[in-house]
Each structure stands twice: as structure tokens, then as C-alpha cells.
């Protein structure tokens, strides 16, 4: 038999390290890939002098590990290793909380925590660089270690994906509006009329009951009249109203659903349109004619697009099935 326990000692030395191409000491990147290696290794002299792999990989894998083990780490090493965990920890919270902002009826919380994030741009940009840099090298080395914060950064993938197609994803369309409007087109109708009397003269009423509970600050707008406002937008299945006295606008605008930076919205009209200004209003790409006293309308907001999403594909669908004459009822 072989004098193994002299020979083994040069086993792990004898393996190439993937990165180098020859035997190295880099334990803080390399050595789990190399301990990997060198447990084939060792099976394969085991078999060769016939002892047990167990014996053999005490002798070698014992010491492979003192002599790595007993290398000081240096700052710098340590210094990467703590600026990857806060990474990805940092990026991690600030998507969820993205996320929760995509969710929110309030374009505002969006805005204002993009602004917060560019604001502290001196520590946004190092701890972003830190995460890239943390990506890479856990995609290329591998370790235990790298694997797990791998987890994390596909998952801060996931979440930013998710906050994208949310922040995009529109659940409402001109054919929910139609329905909409089928069904309570004449409720909203005697709301606008209801509202506008109450209204004082030269006076303007921009409401939205949200998520936050937005009320305009007026002395003419009693808590009786807000509940009995709020019933009534609730009953209609809108979110505000906007009644203009002051200009004389010849229109009441229910705001219907707000998703992501959008707004849409039913102009009910008090006259109906004449051909000219049908043509007129068709000719805005946030507006649909719905009928001559109807008009659908989108708001992109301040960041949002500023086209109605699908406006020629309903208008064509609708010239295919709606008679002319009924578009002007």
C-alpha cells in the first residue's frame, strides 16, 4: 500500500482552480468550489489504495480547511461582503415599497417617492452599484453564500417587474365605461343636476373621495352635504366629481376609477353636442364621443400617457355594431 498519509497532504494542491487555472489560495472566492473538487479527488485515491474515503478525506479535508481557514480576511474583502448584504437589503425594501406605491390609488405616493429616491441620489447610486456588483459576482462564483443573496436578487427582479406591469396595468377601458355608463348613465345624470343646484354661483367643486380622504376646503360644503355626496358617488360607482359654476362649463365630469397616474372619467353634457362638436372633441386623443351628451375621458396625469389606450379599436367595433342613428341618443 502506498504512503498515502504522506502523499495526501498534496492532494488539494495538485487540483487547478477553476479561476486560476493553477493551484491558488483565494479561499474567500474560490475555495468552496476547489473543497468540491477535491472531494472527487479524494474518492478516486481512496479506491486506487483501497481505504476508506472517510479516512482519507480527514487527512486532506482537515487540513485543506486549517491552512484556508486560518487566512485573514482583509478589509477590503470585509468592507464588499457587508456592502453586498446592505445592498440587497436596501434594494429589497425600497421595491416593496415601490410596489405598495404601484398599488396605490394615489398617483402622488409614486411621485413623491421617486422624488425622495433622487433626491438622496448620494446614497441611492452607491447602494444601486453595490447591488449590480453583488449580482455579478454571485451569478459568477457561486458559493453558499453567493447563492443565497442570488435568491434575493432575482426576487428584487420579480418585485420590479411586478411593480412595472401594476403601475401599467390598466383595468379600465372604454368598454367598461360604456357598461358602466349603460347601467348608470341616468343616476349620474340626476347626481350632476342635484349638485349643480346645490352649488353656489361662480363657485367650482373638485372632489375626490380616495384613499385619503381628499375634501375641499370650503364653507359652503357642509358634513351633510360631503355624506350625502359621497352616498351618491358611491351609488353611481365613481370616485369624484368635478361641477364648474364659475366658468360656466356646460358639462359635469364624474371621475370613474384612477389606475396607476391615469384618470378616467365621464363628461355628461348639460345640452347635446352638435355634429361639429362631436368631430371637434373626437379629434383629442383622450376623448371618445360616446354619444351627443356623452364623453369618455382619460388623464394621463403628470407622468402618465396622454392617449386614450384603445380609443380607435372601440370606435371602430362600435361603428360596426351600433346603428348612426343611436350614437346620437
Known amino acids: 500500500m502506498p504512503a498515502y498519509e504522506e502523499m495526501a497532504e498534496n492532494i488539494t494542491d495538485s487540483l487547478p482552480c477553476y479561476k486560476c487555472g493553477s493551484a491558488c489560495l483565494h ?8 473543497f468540491s473538487r477535491c472531494r472527487y479527488k479524494i474518492k478516486e485515491y481512496a479506491e486506487q489504495w483501497h481505504i476508506s474515503f472517510d479516512s482519507l ?50 398617483e402622488w405616493h409614486l411621485i413623491t417617492w421617486m422624488v425622495l429616491t433622487a433626491f438622496f441620489f448620494f446614497i441611492t447610486i452607491p447602494v444601486l452599484g453595490f447591488w449590480i456588483y453583488s449580482f455579478i ?60 343646484l346645490m352649488l353656489p354661483d361662480s363657485n367650482q367643486l373638485v372632489i375626490e373621495f380616495g384613499e385619503d380622504e381628499y375634501m375641499p376646503q370650503a364653507d359652503y360644503l357642509d358634513d351633510i352635504f360631503l355624506k350625502i355626496l359621497r352616498k351618491h358617488l358611491d351609488d353611481a360607482g365613481c370616485i369624484g366629481i ?21 384618470m378616467y372619467s365621464f363628461r355628461l353634457y348639460d345640452q347635446p353636442l352638435t355634429l361639429e362638436q362631436q ?13 351627443d351628451s356623452t364623453v369618455f375621458e382619460f ?18 367595433k362600435r361603428n360596426k355594431t351600433v346603428p348612426h342613428h343611436a350614437k346620437h341618443q
Open 27 to 34: 479561499f474567500e472566492v474560490h475555495y468552496f468550489d476547489r
Open 57 to 106: 478525506q480527514n487527512i486532506v479535508g482537515m487540513e485543506a480547511v486549517d491552512n484556508r481557514t486560518n487566512q485573514p480576511v482583509s478589509k477590503r474583502t470585509a468592507f464588499l461582503r457587508i456592502m453586498r448584504h446592505v445592498s440587497v437589503f436596501a434594494v429589497t425594501i425600497w421595491l416593496f415599497v415601490l410596489l405598495s406605491a404601484s398599488l396605490s390609488a394615489n
Open 137 to 196: 459576482k454571485a451569478a459568477i462564483t457561486r458559493t453558499k453564500t453567493d447563492n443565497i443573496l442570488l435568491f434575493f436578487h432575482i426576487a428584487d427582479l420579480l418585485l420590479l417587474g411586478t411593480a412595472i406591469y401594476l403601475h401599467n396595468h390598466r383595468d379600465c377601458n372604454a368598454n367598461i365605461m360604456a357598461e358602466h355608463y349603460e347601467m348608470d348613465g341616468d343616476w349620474m345624470r340626476n347626481i350632476a343636476k342635484y349638485d349643480r
Open 242 to 262: 368635478e361641477i364648474d359654476n364659475y366658468q360656466l362649463k356646460d358639462y359635469t365630469k364624474f371621475r370613474f376609477r384612477r389606475v396607476g397616474m391615469g
Open 279 to 291: 368631430d371637434s372633441l373626437n379629434a383629442n386623443e383622450c376623448l371618445i364621443v360616446y354619444n
Open 299 to 316: 388623464n394621463g396625469g403628470v407622468l402618465g400617457i396622454q392617449h386614450f389606450v384603445g380609443k380607435q379599436e372601440f370606435i371602430d
